[in-house]
């Protein structure tokens, strides 16, 4: 009776994974389920990562956007300033 590929080669059991930097399968070092949570945890801190990103850039649009409406405030508040200005001066004049 012939030996299984298995019963002469158990090390066909051992898990192999194809890695994008090696470009070939290779047997995992260490151990695997640790492998697993670094990579769930360094997608999740990637996840993380972008969310934090998004919510920077919101609120620096909502402060450029706060800005501009300031700026015109302002400049609506020194026109009526100057018109103010003018008004006094003809007061003046008139007294």
Same mark, same amino acid.
């Given at each position: 009776?012939?030996? !299984?590929? %298995?019963?002469? @080669?158990?090390? *066909?059991?051992?898990?192999?994974? +194809?890695?994008?930097?090696?470009? /070939? #399968?290779?047997?995992?070092?260490?151990?695997?389920?640790?492998?697993?949570?670094?990579?769930? !945890?360094? %997608?999740?801190? @990637?996840?993380? *990562?972008?969310?934090?990103?998004? +919510?920077?850039?919101?609120?620096? /649009? #909502?402060?450029?956007?706060?800005?501009?409406?300031?700026?015109?405030?302002?400049?609506?508040?020194?026109?009526?300033?100057?018109?103010?200005? *003018?008004?006094?001066?003809?007061?003046?004049?008139?007294?």
């Amino acid at each position: 009776m012939r030996a !299984s590929c %298995l019963e002469m @080669d158990p090390s *066909l059991l051992t898990p192999t994974r +194809q890695t994008s930097d090696r470009g /070939s #399968n290779h047997i995992p070092s260490g151990d695997t389920t640790k492998e697993v949570r670094n990579t769930s !945890s360094k %997608l999740s801190s @990637d996840g993380i *990562l972008e969310q934090s990103v998004s +919510q920077m850039t919101t609120m620096l /649009s #909502n402060i450029v956007e706060h800005h501009g409406r300031a700026n015109q405030r302002l400049t609506s508040l020194e026109e009526d300033l100057a018109h103010a200005k *003018l008004e006094e001066e003809k007061l003046k004049a008139t007294i």
